[in-house]
């Protein structure tokens, strides 16, 4: 699908493959704090992709680097020049738990929303962040994680419940056949006793 000067609805975009096209704006550059990868501390770098003609923006996840050992120097972000186009998933932040309602002013954020981002900058921007797969000789590490659709919940609930009727099973059988073996054995006992 492609985004382009229409706001369009998250809904029908969540976990599409969406195509956008323009110029990355850098003063709307935000790094995204405690993202790790391979075991070391960075930043995923977002960044507003304007459409041409347009005053609409979309918001690019360009990728991951790495922080430093000195947080208070902060990457640099090398972004191309030129009119570029970006193709892969979209996707809608999501909820998270806060401590404060309060954003940080500075280029590094806890957490991301499309609603603290547009009231912030001021830009008309599209209701979804795309993950950028293309390479632009920019330096940044992308390596998306699947989206988790809980499926490995319900995996988790079917082996429980296996487990439950492998359990009722065998009690059923172990009782049945001791009972058997009682009565049995009863029965062995009182015409011995006869005897």
């Not at 609603?115 to 209701?127: H, M, V």
């Not at 009690?171 to 009565?183: D, E, N, P, Q, W």
Request: hydrophobic share 40%.
């Amino acid at each position: 699908m492609q985004l382009g000067a229409m706001r369009a609805d998250p809904s029908k975009l969540r976990m599409r493959r969406v195509e956008a096209e323009g110029r990355f704006i850098p003063e709307g550059l935000i790094l995204l704090d405690n993202k790790t990868r391979y075991g070391r501390a960075g930043y995923e770098v977002i960044m507003p992709l304007k459409i041409p003609e347009s005053s609409m923006h979309v918001l690019i996840n360009r990728g991951w680097v790495e922080a430093g050992p000195d947080r208070s120097r902060l990457p640099v972000i090398k972004t191309p020049d030129v009119r570029v186009k970006i193709i892969r998933m979209a996707t809608v932040p999501g909820r998270f738990l806060e401590l404060s309602k309060e954003a940080s002013n500075g280029l590094v954020w806890q957490n991301l929303t499309i609603e603290r981002y547009a009231s912030r900058t001021g830009l008309e921007i599209q209701p979804v962040v795309v993950q950028q797969q293309n390479d632009l000789e920019d330096g940044l590490l992308r390596s998306w994680e699947r989206p988790d659709f809980g499926i490995a919940t319900h995996y988790a609930y079917a082996v429980q419940w296996f487990v439950f009727c492998g359990l009722i099973i065998f009690f059923y059988l172990y009782f049945h056949v001791a009972s058997f073996r009682s009565k049995k054995n009863q029965k062995d006992a009182s015409s011995s006793g006869r005897d």
